[in-house]
């Protein structure tokens, strides 16, 4: 039955932590920023957020909702999917 294999596939695939995907959608959005030449500073004003909130996200200290991850691909002039495609 295709449903109960794919059922035991994910109980043995590893766990991610929250921090952990914190932490990698912070690193693809300091990357973005960085190869667009934004400053953080420059990157919330665009997206209209502070700028202590844009750090927070790249250091993987926040868990932005999926309505900032728009605000931010927009700021970016990128679709949010690219944040979750390295």
Same mark, same amino acid.
């Given at each position: &039955? ?5 059922? @035991? ?5 590893? &766990? *991610?932590?929250? !921090? $952990? ?9 300091? $990357? *973005?920023? #960085?190869? =667009?030449?934004?400053?953080? $500073? ?8 502070? @700028? ?5 996200? $790249? @250091?993987? =200290? @926040? !868990? ?13 002039? #990128?679709?949010? =999917?690219?944040?979750? !495609?390295?």
């Amino acid at each position: &039955m295709p449903w109960t294999h794919s059922r @035991r596939s994910l109980q043995h695939a590893p &766990m *991610i932590t929250d !921090n $952990e995907i914190y932490k990698a959608f912070g690193q693809r959005l300091r $990357e *973005i920023r #960085i190869s =667009k030449s934004l400053s953080q $500073e420059e990157l919330s004003a665009r997206a209209d957020l502070d @700028r202590t909130y844009v750090s927070g996200c $790249e @250091r993987g =200290k @926040r !868990n932005p909702s999926l309505k900032t991850i728009v605000r931010l691909a927009k700021a970016l002039d #990128i679709d949010p =999917k690219d944040f979750f !495609n390295a």
